[in-house]
């Protein structure tokens, strides 16, 4: 009889073991309606910027596309007319397509570009049903006109971005308290139909 | 979709056994490289795929309905999946998790299958190096989405 007394005192132990997480905080994010907060600095879905005035900043230099390990990225490059520049300099990109499938998010067409118009957004939800919808040209990459970022150098041929060599300033869009909804990554983000994943 | 009333008990059971058939899916227990690392951490509390229905990792095909393929398929690894997709039992569905199992990534060489779909049906893919465990939920929010709207699973061609 004392025995089994004994067996009942050390069930209760192990339950209150189990007992006491009720009062822990839970760490699961309920993900679909809540979504995780990652590091500023997460690879995720690319996008492609323009400068403050909507010219795109790509100018079809192809150091992306060599730089990527995975041959993921295609540009073909065309010349700037003076009657409608895309792009400040004397070239832009007239085909820019990246293989998602293909890609590892390893952020060196980041790193390559010296314009800092290809960056990798926080974007993670990218899974899809058909292979052939992974191949994200222009109209998916390309942020909408009125959401360009920095002032575009002036439009002689070799006029170089003003924002040069501040890539960090440019990165810190990204609000790490604030989630994705505070940055501006984050605003074109919500408004998917406009640029990314249309 | 129109009903006439005598259809109206069997349309509605169809209803019920899609729905769980949708929060129920159990996944083949078939890590092949780095990206089962991410499928493990799925299972963790912090993305919690319980939640999904999904937490079972079936370490036997014949009693799994969904296959992750995590990681790069090499050659000598196709014949095994194609044969443990096989034994699975209808219906079933295939996640190509990460860019290894959906293209080949960046092993375009001898050794690796240049995408799983070469050799068995895949239903949904997640592209990433490895892809973020949220974003293999995501994967399986849209599995239990095509459940849902009755989809059968392998039914989608390479496209």
Redesign the interface.
């Known amino acids: 009889m004392r025995k089994r007394l004994f067996n009942v005192g050390a069930i209760l132990q192990g339950l209150s073991i189990t007992f006491g997480f009720m009062f822990k905080k ?7 309606s809540v ?2 907060q ?1 590091a500023p600095r ?1 690879h995720g879905l690319h996008e492609l910027r323009r400068y403050g005035d909507a010219k795109e900043r790509c100018i079809g230099c192809e150091l992306c596309s060599s730089a990527c ?3 993921a990225i295609t540009v073909i490059g065309a010349e700037n007319t003076p009657e409608d520049r895309k792009s400040p300099g004397e070239r832009y990109a007239a085909r820019y397509e990246i ?8 952020g060196l067409c980041e790193e390559a570009c010296p314009t800092d118009a290809i960056v990798l957004t926080p974007r ?9 919808s ?1 191949i994200y040209s222009k109209d998916r990459l390309l942020v909408p006109p009125d959401a360009g970022v920095g002032a575009a150098p002036d439009d002689r041929p070799g006029g170089i971005p003003s924002d040069l060599g501040r890539v960090a300033e440019i990165k810190s869009t990204t609000d790490v308290e604030e989630g994705y909804s505070a940055t501006h990554r984050g605003e074109i983000l919500k408004t998917e139909r406009r640029g990314l994943a249309g | 979709m129109e009903m006439s009333p005598g259809h109206f008990l069997l349309a509605r059971l169809d209803d019920v056994a899609r729905w769980a058939q949708s929060t129920s899916v159990w996944p083949l227990t078939m890590g092949l490289a780095c990206c089962a690392i991410e499928m493990m951490t799925v299972t963790s ?4 795929i319980a ?1 999904l229905g999904s937490e079972v990792f079936r370490s036997s095909p014949r009693q799994a309905d969904l296959m992750i393929v995590s990681g790069r398929v090499a050659q000598k690894m196709a014949p095994v999946v194609k044969r443990l997709y096989d034994q699975m039992a209808d219906p079933k569905w295939v ?1 190509s998790m990460g ?1 290894c199992a ?5 092993f ?1 060489n001898y050794a690796i299958v240049q ?1 799983v ?1 070469t050799i068995i049906p ?8 490895p ?2 465990p ?6 399986v ?2 599995i239990q989405q ?1 459940i849902r709207e009755g989809g059968r699973g392998g039914i ?1 061609a ?2």
Not at chain 1, 99 to 106: H, K
Not at chain 2, 45 to 48: F, I, L, M, S
């Open positions: 839970r760490p699961t994010i309920e993900y679909p979504k995780k990652h997460f390990p995975a041959n293989d998602e499938l293909r890609c590892i998010f390893c993670f939800e990218m899974a899809d049903y058909r292979r052939g992974f | 509390p912090e993305y919690d939640r996640i860019a959906s293209s080949g990534g960046i375009d995408g779909d895949v239903d949904v893919y997640v592209p990433g190096c892809p973020s949220d974003g293999l939920l995501y994967a929010n849209l095509q989608l390479r496209s």
